[in-house]
Antibody, heavy 123, light 111 residues
Framework: EVQLVESGGGLVQPGRSLRLSCAAS????????MHWVRQAPGKGLEWVSR????????EYADSVKGRFTISRDNAKNSLYLQMNSLRADDTALYYC????????????????WGHGTRVTVSS | DIVMTQTPLSLSVTPGQPASMSCKSS???????????LYWYLQKPGQSPQLLIY???SRFSGVPDRFIGSGSGTDFTLKISRVEAEDVGVYYC????????FGGGTKVEIK
């Protein structure tokens, strides 16, 4: 059974940093790209970032480019999101999601999601 | 960015009756590889989203056959042939042909 467990969320002041983690199990982690997707309170879904299976290639939504960094440690079956220069509009539930395609793809889709970790940016 | 527009915002359905919802994209979702990367997700109350349909019309593992996806180009539809109580939640379409974007969602409730 695929399991994705996020952690690291919390209350942080604007301009500060936070690092999210996602522990993966139930599948061969280094066979798949991984993603972060967020959902602001009462709002819809927004894709945030992708990292390739080997950690070499990354992509970001324009809203976080230059502030967030995605990474992974395949030896630890873990995904990370380093969030710097946080703003109020980064407040959201952050989901870790597994890519649907074995080995990665030129397109993006997700088949399994974690339960999310909540980030609140407020003074 | 490709804008995904879902209608209606909400649906109230009697169990056993059909339901249908629409998703329109601001640009064609036909990829140069010949595939169309349109997905449907269901977010049940208090849960994370779950994949229902991939590439317009293919049901994900374990998804009941009452969920039917169709469409092409910029216009897509998700139909539930006979709504059950467990189908309540918010349905999101998402395009993966370009950097992914989601529709605003259609909320399905039971009468």
């Amino acid at each position: 059974e695929v399991q994705l467990v996020e952690s690291g969320g919390g209350l942080v002041q604007p301009g500060r940093s936070l690092r999210l983690s996602c522990a993966a199990s139930g599948f061969t982690f280094d066979d798949y790209a991984m993603h972060w997707v967020r959902q602001a309170p009462g709002k819809g879904l927004e894709w945030v970032s992708r990292v390739s299976w080997n950690g070499v290639n990354t992509e970001y939504a324009d809203s976080v480019k230059g502030r967030f960094t995605i990474s992974r440690d395949n030896a630890k079956n873990s995904l990370y999101l380093q969030m710097n220069s946080l703003r109020a509009d980064d407040t959201a539930l952050y989901y870790c999601a597994k890519d649907r395609i074995y080995g990665g793809s030129h397109t993006i889709s997700f088949d399994y999601w974690g339960h999310g970790t909540r980030v609140t940016v407020s003074s | 960015d490709i804008v995904m527009t879902q209608t209606p915002l909400s649906l109230s359905v009697t169990p056993g009756q059909p339901a249908s919802m629409s998703c329109k994209s601001s640009q064609s979702l036909l990829h140069r590889d010949g595939k169309t990367y349109l997905y449907w997700y269901l977010q049940k109350p208090g849960q994370s989203p779950q994949l229902l349909i991939y590439e317009v019309s293919s049901r994900f593992s374990g998804v009941p056959d009452r969920f039917i996806g169709s469409g092409s180009g910029t216009d897509f539809t998700l139909k539930i042939s006979r709504v059950e109580a467990e189908d309540v939640g918010v349905y999101y379409c998402m395009q993966g042909t370009h950097l992914p974007t989601f529709g605003g969602g259609t909320k399905v409730e039971i009468k």
